[in-house]
């Protein structure tokens, strides 16, 4: 059993909080959420009767709200972030004052000695050079608002001495806060309720990360901080760096009805399109647990349940 570590997690009760605020506490750790429930759903609500579990409703960029709570903390993850270009786009006020300021107001609040686990965007590769792959050496060259205030808030936290940063994959898979507009997620989805999905950019490769798996790198990154801080570290699945045709072709496999066809109907705001190296934090000891496969099966089975039907009126 590893020390008990308490640790601050802002924006837990989103798509990847919901996930890793349950296996924080699983390996021992106490652990704090601060969020303000934008998305008014209770992902956390399993996780009440812990008593390592703490919550408290509140806004990521107010230092008065922060300020006892980093007081308390041995960890910081902050996780509260507007994410997507899209998202972005439309509050881009708030896409600085989350995604960056709100970071630089954290670790100004932290002492030295207190650690921070960041997760980012591997979109900040922008487009990659054919058949080389992107490695945490290659130049950062985000095309969005998302991208930028991503880059520089990693840059805040690789600059004090006592962090690291995740660069995620596309990531995909079921999570108490389900997000149905990720590619793979999304794509699934469509396989399912539509039969059928439309590509632009088919060709635009992309690597992938299974929730559960960005999950376990925060849990390897901690067990093993003082050998890995410092230092950004790209996390996907290595045998899944593939365009937008391949990953219909793959889902096609499990959803046999599944039709896909291409059209100049769109462009990626991020132009995501590159090939990514996951050799740093593999040579570290990690491993992906979560296939593609065992990933899109999971979904398939996950959407009998929910349907987004936010917009419809059936």
Known sequence: MANKLRILVTGGAGYLGSTLVPALLEAGHAVTVLDNFMFRQAPLAHVCAHPDFDVVRGDCRDASVLKPL??????????????????????????????????????????????????????????????KECTEESPLRPLSLYGRTKVEAEELVLGRDNGMSFRLATVFGMSPR???????????????????VVLFEPHFKRNYIHVRDVARAFLHGIANFQAMKNRPYNVGLSDANLSKM?????????????????????????????????????????????????????????????????????
């Open 70 to 131: 980093v007081a308390k903390a041995d960890i910081a993850i902050p996780l509260a972030a507007l994410v997507g270009a899209p998202l972005c786009n439309n509050d881009q006020t708030g896409a600085v004052s989350i995604n960056r300021d709100a970071v630089r107001t954290l670790l100004g609040l932290l002492a030295k000695d207190q650690r921070v686990l960041m997760p980012v965007t591997n979109s900040g590769y922008g487009v990659g050079e054919p058949g």
């Open 246 to 314: 391949e990953l219909c072709q793959r889902i096609q496999a499990h959803v046999p009805g599944f039709v896909f066809l291409e059209a100049p109907i769109g462009e990626d705001p991020d132009k995501r399109d590159y090939i990514v190296s996951n050799a740093r934090i593999e040579a570290t000891g990690f491993k992906p647990a979560h296939s593609l496969d065992a990933g899109i099966a999971e979904l398939v089975k996950g959407y009998r349940m929910i349907r987004n039907g936010m917009y419809g009126n059936v």
């Open 178 to 196: 389900m997000r149905i507009d990720l590619l793979v997620n999304d794509f699934v989805h469509r396989a399912v309720t539509d039969r059928a």
